[in-house]
């Protein structure tokens, strides 16, 4: 499946989350795989964040932001969507600091502003990784941390056996999030692909992590999990990353 050359524009339609952004939300508030799996691991690897200033990139209806604030992060968060926004308003209250932005375009923030970034499952809707990171670069102090979650690079070869590995690949994947349909368009691309990206933007990788879904998770999904008995299943990859 060859790559396919693509503005960022072009990924904003593709990836139109005005369209469906109830919907998700409301599968993703108990779904194994986000409120099990991604939101505890992303806790997990921002461990003490009490008084840190935190960046949430495209947060999304905020349940990360919440998360980390719930845990005494000083939290900011920002979306392309403006539905997904308002949700995330909805969620931490009118005084939250969250606006629209687009993480492809310059963020509306200060040099150094924040102590941690997470950018959780946006990345991979990207094509060029070389903008974003250095806006998330710019935006965090030095010695700052960079919290990644991003689709594993083996899930589309794994999907889709005939995928080069190696090559930087443009895929979809058809979903209905509680009765809205969405088509979603990512990018695959290897994992020295994602840590030269981290390293050309001032990164330094500090942890890769593949980590097991929740304690609870096996209880409340029996049936998934028995697939899994040590806890752990690939589905995303998770850095954390520290600005040099």
């Known amino acids: 499946m060859p790559a396919d050359s693509q503005s960022s524009a072009d990924v904003a339609v593709e990836n139109d989350y005005d369209l469906f952004a109830e919907g998700y939300t409301a599968v993703n508030e108990t779904s194994l795989i986000n409120a099990y799996y991604t939101r505890p691991a992303i806790v997990n690897l921002a ?43 909805q969620r931490l209250g009118d005084d939250a600091d969250l606006r629209v932005a687009d993480i492809t375009q310059p963020l509306p ?71 809205q349909k969405a088509t979603l368009t990512y990018w695959h691309r290897p994992l020295h692909a994602m840590t030269d990206a981290f390293t050309a933007a001032g990164f330094r990788t500090a942890v890769i992590s593949e980590p097991p879904a929740a304690p609870e998770a096996r209880e409340l999904f029996p049936e998934e999990m028995a697939e899994f008995p040590s806890g752990a299943f690939l589905s995303f990859l998770f850095f954390v990353l520290e600005a040099a």
């Open 109 to 179: 923030y200060p040099d150094g502003a924040f102590d941690d970034c997470v950018a959780a499952l946006v990345l991979h809707y990207l094509e060029d990784w070389a903008g974003p990171l250095a806006e998330l670069r710019r935006v965090l102090k030095s010695g700052g941390r960079l919290i990644v979650a991003v689709n594993h690079p083996i899930m589309l070869p794994f999907l889709e056996r005939k995928t080069n590995y190696f090559e930087t690949t443009k895929w979809t994947d058809d979903y209905d999030f509680d009765g």
């Open 47 to 89: 461990g003490d964040v009490i008084g840190r200033r935190i960046l949430d990139a495209a947060c999304g209806s905020g349940p990360v932001s919440q998360a980390l604030r719930d845990k005494g992060a000083v939290v900011t968060g920002f979306d392309r969507s403006a539905k997904m926004v308002e949700l995330a308003r």
